[in-house]
């Protein structure tokens, strides 16, 4: 049974929850990709998908567009998948439980919505379906894995694209014409430890509930990151106990503000009443400052004596001090502009294996020098750690194109449209328009797209009506293109 079949635009919407039904997160987009492949097919289209499952449509201009300048209409297929704790959809293997609230919102219950970026994906397949809508020669290009550092884009082979045009639908916020992102890169560190066998009573800490969200776009907002905050927390009790870490867990993408981490450690039984103490009294202070975080929550637990493999107290105390030395959040605002954050960091995975440490951190900067001496530092952070690292995901800075042609057509059909000035502005958060022009000469792009909040978060929502006026604004491009 249709969710969203009432909602107009009535194609994109269709679309849109035809996708939802098929899990699409990042590292799983075959099945999306083949979806793509054989919606082109059905409308007897020209397709190319390549085996990382990146997917190029082409569709001739409409009568009368035919000597016009080719138009690349581009999004990414995947999705990040985060649900609220007590959700029992497997996101790998389900699709989405889809809702509209009353007051015009799509969320997904329990989970992320994948607004960023089915919808553009809906969008341009509603296009490339109707041949009733006026535009130029069209490149449809859907790439993957954008979340997990843009590698679909990076891998994409560009040769026979024509466009120079590129319209990507992938910015949260209607009214805002996006013409420059900073670059990035994600550096993971993997730290050796050995575990032994250590009899102590089993301590569980839990920071749950906090807001999260995207490191690019709300890297400025105050979030907590649960990540380096359990650093700062088991680091307090370090000082005083002898603890033996056994699980330290939290966050699944670089470019999420981590909003849930978990800690598991052993301590001598007759300090277990100290912990808790300390665990209540440092959470006392503590919840005060966090006033972006007004649900989040310490849950700390005492178990059992038990026999156990886990790290000796040292190996924690290196896992503490790694993390103690790690940069989050903003770094640097911007000289240029007011209010743009220039440089950020975010710890937006931890994982302890069973004989190792991970801790990955997404590095974004619009100063090229400024990302690269970060990631030197990480580097050099984690050598003196005794940790290995490895930088990948790497993704240039998209330039300010100053004599761009596209920008001030696409500012004058919004103004016609709704009777007010767009925002022109540059993002934090990473695009795919900066390795799209590395790749294609001469390329002029800008990204756009419908009010779109709460992302990478279980509280994902998008505005129906946001989407309606969009789609209406992608159509009065086109046609003037």
Excluded at 171 to 189: F, K, N, P, Q
Excluded at 354 to 383: G, P, Y
Excluded at 442 to 464: A, N, Y
């Amino acid at each position: 049974m249709s969710v969203l079949e009432h909602l107009n635009p009535k194609s994109v919407f269709s679309i849109f929850e035809q996708m939802c039904a098929i899990p699409h997160g990042s590292g799983n987009t075959k099945a999306i990709s083949d979806f793509c492949v054989a919606f082109a097919k059905s409308h007897g289209l020209a397709v190319r998908q390549d085996t990382h499952n990146n997917v190029i449509i082409w569709k001739n201009a409409s009568p009368g567009y035919e000597g016009h300048p080719g138009v690349i209409l581009q999004g990414h297929l995947d999705m990040v998948c985060a649900k609220a704790p007590d959700c029992p959809i497997d996101m790998a293997k389900e699709g989405l439980q889809l809702e509209v609230t009353e007051d015009g919102w799509v969320t997904a219950r329990g989970t992320t919505l994948g607004g960023d970026d089915g919808i553009a994906v809906a969008m341009g397949l509603a296009v490339l379906g109707d041949d009733n809508l006026a535009h130029p020669p069209l490149e449809a290009v859907f790439t993957v894995d954008e979340e997990i550092g843009l590698l679909g884009a990076a891998d994409l082979d560009c040769s026979d694209l024509k466009g120079r045009l590129l319209l990507n639908i992938d910015s949260e916020e209607e009214g805002i014409l996006t013409v420059g992102c900073a670059g990035g890169s994600r550096c993971d560190m993997l730290l050796p430890l050995t575990r032994q066998e250590t009899e102590g009573v089993l301590c569980t800490a839990s920071l749950e509930n906090f807001t999260g969200g995207h490191s690019g776009i709300e890297i400025n907002k105050g979030r907590a990151n649960t990540n380096q905050l359990m650093g700062v927390f088991l680091r307090h009790l370090s000082k005083e106990l002898p603890l033996c870490l056994t699980k330290l867990e939290g966050g699944k993408f670089d470019n999420a503000i981590t909003n849930h981490t978990t800690a598991a450690f052993l301590l001598p039984a007759d300090l277990a009443e100290k912990a808790r103490e300390m665990a209540d009294a440092w959470w006392k202070e503590t919840q005060p400052t966090l006033a972006s975080d007004p649900n989040g929550k310490l849950t700390f637990s005492v178990g059992e004596t038990q026999h156990a493999p886990a790290l000796s107290q040292e190996d924690s105390s290196r896992i503490l001090r790694l993390l103690e030395q790690l940069p989050n959040g903003v770094q640097a605002m911007s000289k240029e502009i007011p209010d743009v954050v220039e440089t950020s960091a975010n710890i937006g995975i931890l994982h302890l294996r069973e004989n190792e440490f991970l801790a990955t951190i997404s590095v974004r900067s619009s100063v090229n020098q400024v990302w690269q001496k970060m990631l030197e530092d990480l580097k050099a952070t984690a050598a003196a750690a005794g940790a290995s690292s490895q930088v990948y995901g790497s993704y240039p800075a998209w330039e300010y194109k100053q004599d761009s042609t596209l920008r001030p057509l696409m500012a004058s059909l919004y103004r016609e449209l709704t009777g007010r000035d767009p925002r022109i502005e540059t993002t934090h958060g990473g695009l795919e328009c900066g390795l799209f022009s590395d790749k294609i000469p001469g390329l002029d792009s800008v990204s756009f797209g419908p009010d779109i909040q709460e992302v990478h978060t279980p509280r994902e929502k998008m505005s129906v009506a946001s989407v309606q006026r969009t789609w209406e604004f992608l159509l009065k491009i086109l046609e003037r293109l």
